[in-house]
């Protein structure tokens, strides 16, 4: 199957940083979707974006999907902003997810 | 309140012992699935079903079952035979097969 790949692993802000979470994959997709993972294991849908730009608040996302990336923006975390983001990609059928960036904000 | 509703929320089970997991959509979506997740992993795909009646086994189904016998419904069975059944159990439905997808609030599996 494809390889998805996020980066950084872990990372730790202050309150008020801004953050640029990455995630690449091997293959074309059709899809893909930005998740975070609240700290009780809920996922909560923030972007569903194959390719473009889309903003929501203090987040927004870029695909490039003919360079096979996406990028989450986090501008101004907030201690609430903690947890594990996820990025996921469908080649038809099936969705693949990385292994996530666990963020961590500290007031 | 349209959602996805999985349940029970935690589940502790002996060795040797089957158990289903629910999942419950009022979405009216046609496509449902199941994700397994371990601690510190991202998640992986057991089964999916693209419409009432038909699944299909994704990467990890050994040792797993499922029915999809009414679209907003979608059982999860660990049997026996499942390894290392420990894990968090996700469940998610998308309008059709491949669309933007919706999770409910999991399942923690144990076995003892």
């Known amino acids: 199957g494809i390889q998805v790949e996020q980066s950084p692993p872990d990372l730790i802000l202050q309150e008020g940083a801004n953050s640029t979470l990455r995630c690449n994959f091997s293959?074309?997709?059709?899809?893909l979707q930005w998740f975070h993972q609240n700290p009780w294991g809920q996922l909560i849908n923030l972007f569903y974006?194959?390719?473009g730009t889309k903003q929501n608040g203090r987040l927004s996302a870029t695909t490039v999907a003919t360079e096979r990336y996406s990028l989450l923006y986090i501008s101004s975390s907030q201690t609430t902003d903690s947890g594990v983001y996820f990025c996921?990609?469908?080649?038809?059928?099936?969705?693949?997810f990385g292994t996530g960036t666990s963020l961590t904000v500290i007031p | 309140d349209g959602g996805i509703t999985q349940s029970p929320k935690y589940l502790f089970r002996k060795e040797g012992q089957n158990v289903t997991l629910s999942c419950e959509q009022n979405?009216?979506?046609?496509?449902m699935y199941w994700y397994r997740q371990d601690p510190g992993q991202g998640l992986r795909l057991i089964y999916y079903?693209?419409?009432?009646?038909?699944?299909q086994k994704g990467d990890i189904a050994e040792g797993y079952s499922v029915s999809r016998e009414k679209k907003e419904s979608f059982p999860l069975t660990v049997t026996s035979a499942q390894k290392n059944p420990t894990a968090f159990y996700l469940c998610?439905?998308?309008?059709?097969?491949?669309?933007?997808?919706?999770f409910g609030p999991g399942t923690r599996l144990t076995v003892l």
């Open positions: 996921a990609v469908n080649t038809g059928n099936q969705f693949y």
């Open positions: 293959d074309s997709v059709n899809n």
């Open positions: 974006i194959p390719s």
């Open positions: 979405l009216n979506h046609d496509a």
């Open positions: 998610a439905s998308s309008r059709i097969s491949g669309n933007e997808q919706f």
């Open positions: 079903s693209q419409i009432v009646n038909d699944f």
